[in-house]
């Protein structure tokens, strides 16, 4: 089992964002930003374009209000999204707050978060997701 299917599980707290039966979205606990938020599919799968294409398509609609969310609720341009794949063998995409293309920069260092920060960052969102 990959770490995201232990989040989906139970098996390991986060802070949850979303969740429908096909897609999870919780806050990266390594954010390049606050506000990071990840989103997957419930179904393992490792690679984000093996992912068949309603999945991919529903994936994207999950993913928009989250989207919205996070740009009502921290100081940016826009919500970025990336897909990397690279960390965890679980297709997934990234939604992060930008205001540059260096925002998105993931070779740069990630500190891991502390709990009063990732909390702030999920009730901001969630907020903004319930005024929708």
């Known amino acids: 089992m990959t770490i995201f299917e232990k989040i989906v599980a139970g098996e390991i707290p986060c802070?949850?964002?979303a969740e429908n039966e096909k897609f999870f979205?919780?806050?990266d606990i390594f954010?390049?930003?606050?506000?990071?938020?990840?989103?997957?599919?419930?179904?393992?799968?490792?690679k984000f374009f093996d992912l068949p294409d309603q999945v991919l398509s529903e994936m994207l609609v999950f993913a928009k209000p989250i989207a919205k969310a996070i740009e009502k609720s921290f100081d940016c341009d826009r919500c970025g999204i990336s897909v990397l794949g690279l960390?965890?063998?679980h297709a997934h995409l990234h939604l992060v707050p930008v205001n540059s293309s260096n925002d998105l920069n993931f070779t740069r260092s990630?500190?891991?978060?502390?709990?009063?920060?990732l909390k702030e960052a999920q009730l901001r969102i969630l907020a903004a997701m319930n005024q929708a």
Do not use: N, W, Y
Request: glycine share 4%.
């Open 15 to 17: 802070f949850r964002i």
């Open 25 to 27: 979205a919780f806050l």
């Open 31 to 46: 954010p390049l930003r606050q506000g990071h938020v990840l989103v997957i599919p419930k179904t393992a799968t490792d």
């Open 87 to 89: 960390e965890v063998p």
């Open 110 to 117: 990630k500190p891991k978060a502390s709990d009063e920060s």
